[in-house]
């Protein structure tokens, strides 16, 4: 069964750094390309970022480049976001998903999701 | 970045009803369009993925159709465990993947 749990979540003020993470078992996951998409509160779902298989090609939403680094330990089966300059619309539920490649792209695989508040 | 936007944003409906979700993208996306549902506290779930195919252990009342820009997700008969909020999102080339603003089926 594929699982996949976040942690790293908390509060943390305007400015600030967090560091989250995404522990993968019940598949092979060196082999999955990966993403982290975001909720605010009461809101719709928001596309994070992406990084490939071998963490040789990564992409980030525009509201979070430049702030947001995404990286992966695949002996580990670990997926990260480091997050600096916090902001308080950073504010959300971040959601680890696996992406699945055939005819198309889609999330096949989400997890519990880890809430994160910027907030002073 | 493509923009993707649904209809309704709500819409009530009563058990056994035929509900109907339209999604448009602002450019062609061929069929690179998924829908998830979400329920209230609890990360969100495939249902569909390029427009029409089903994700496996969803229920056959579940179907999508389109391709371009319009698309549509359809339930055939509303069940209690459907009422939710349900989003497309485009896979179109590289990202950003982009969702729409959800549509929440209630009673």
């Known amino acids: 069964e594929v699982q996949l749990v976040e942690s790293g979540g908390g509060l943390v003020q305007p400015g600030g750094s967090l560091r989250l993470s995404c522990d993968a078992s019940g598949f092979t996951f060196s082999s999955y390309e990966m993403n982290w998409v975001r909720q605010a509160p009461g809101k719709g779902l928001e596309w994070v970022s992406y990084i490939s298989a071998s963490a040789s090609s990564v992409y980030y939403g525009d509201s979070v480049r430049g ?47 880890t809430l994160v508040t910027v907030s002073s | 970045d493509i923009q993707m936007t649904q209809s309704p944003s709500s819409l009530s409906a009563s058990v056994g009803d035929r509900v109907t979700i339209t999604c448009r993208a602002s450019q062609r996306i061929d069929r690179y369009l998924n829908w998830y549902q979400q329920k209230p506290g609890t990360a969100p779930k495939l249902l569909i993925y390029t427009a029409s195919s089903l994700q496996s252990g969803v229920p056959s009342r579940f179907s999508g159709s389109g391709s371009g820009t319009d698309f549509t997700l359809t339930i055939s008969s509303l069940q209690p465990e459907d009422f939710a909020t349900y989003y497309c999102q485009q896979s179109y080339n590289t990202p950003p993947w982009t969702f729409g603003q959800g549509t929440k089926v209630e009673i």
């Open chain 1, 67 to 113: 702030r947001f680094t995404i990286s992966r330990d695949n002996a580990k089966n670990s997926l990260y976001l480091q997050m600096d300059s916090l902001r308080a619309e950073d504010t959300a539920v971040y959601y680890c998903a696996r992406l699945y490649v055939d005819a198309g792209y889609y999330f096949d695989s989400w997890g519990q999701g």
